[in-house]
Each structure stands twice: as C-alpha cells, then as structure tokens.
C-alpha cells in the first residue's frame, strides 16, 4: 500500500498508521507486515507480504538441450515406436517438449503430444516411446501409448517454450508419400530409422530429409528399444 492510499491524508511519518497502510517508517511498528517478496511468479511468493523487500527469487529460464530422434520405426500394423536421445551431460526434463505429426497429406502439423508427466531423458541416454502393440520388449519403453505414425507420415520434435520443431523425420509437404530413405525409395515404410553416430544434433533441414546421399543422416536396419 502507499501513502495515497491513505484517502489524502498525510501519513509519511508516522508512527501508527490507520490500519492496512504501512510504510517503510513504521516497519518497526508493523513488523508482522512487512517484508516479503510479492511477486507472484517468484518460487518464494509470500502471498502475506505487503512491502517487497527484494527477496524474490526466480525460476531459471528454460534451456534448450539439442535433443533429437536417435530411432525411428514402424512396422507391420501398429509396431512402432520412436526414441529421443539426450547428447547433453545433464538430465532434461521432457516438460517443455513435445512431438508433433501429420497424418499423410497436410500444410501443417496437425496434431501435437506431451510426453508423459514426469518424463524425463538422462543425461547421454534416450528415452523411447512405444505403441502399445510394439513387438519387441516392451519392459524396455520408457513410455507407452497410441502411436499412428507410418512411414508416409511426417513427425517433428518441438521445444514448446520458443514453439520451434528442432528435428525432423519426413517432411509435411510431402506427407503421405513414403519416404525415401538412404537410395531406397520408399525406404521408410515398414523399417527401422537409426541416426547415425556422428549426428550430434537434429535435423531441420527440409533439404535433408529425403536422405539419399553418402553423407546421411539416417540409415536403415539394426537398432530397437
């Protein structure tokens, strides 16, 4: 509260103000009201506080970690799943990403997933996510659910605090032809997408995404979760 608060009245000196005005003058007078940090958004909120005393302390902004799909796959009916790597050397958190698909032919995503609460990739490890009819082991998944990939259907890692997709596998103008991958026309249907081991980062680059030369990103065969 301020002095103009106080109906005009002239309180900057006192001693004992009217009740529910304060001022630094009479914080020895009031001390049960004073001090606090008022800022909603900080972690220490005092929500009794009525004079900010600077004590505030704020959540650190997100960072973006080069997160990006190591693997890739879908099989026959619904054996699929994908997997995120971490190259960094901490823990992410999965909260501030998302992945984000278009169902064959489209001009944008259109649909858009949270991972699971709590989801988190380790530090240099990965994180795979499965169908619930994924073939292989499934005590292996970090997570479960309704995957409708195919391999004519475009997928995109998003960090959601700057609404950015930071990798790509197929391309949304294109979405609803099967990929070409590594030569192979077609290559992504029925197959398994493995990053290679110098790919430190995702992809972009629509440019890239039909992966034919010598210097790919993306190979097929091998892995699994």
Known sequence: YSIEQSAGQNFENCQECPDGYVTEESADVYPELIGGCTDPTALNYDSTAIIDDGSCVNAPSPVQVPLFFSEYAEGSSN???FEIYNPSDVDVSLSDYSFVNCANACDNWEYETDFADGAVVSAGGVYSVCHGSFAGDQSLCSEIRTLYHN???SQGLKYKPTNSVIDLMGDVSVSGEYFAVAGESSGA???????KSSVTQGNIDLSLIHISEPTRLLSIGGGGV
């Open 79 to 81: 054996n699929k799943y």
């Open 151 to 153: 391999g004519n259907d």
């Open 189 to 195: 249907r029925d197959a398994t997408l493995v990053r």
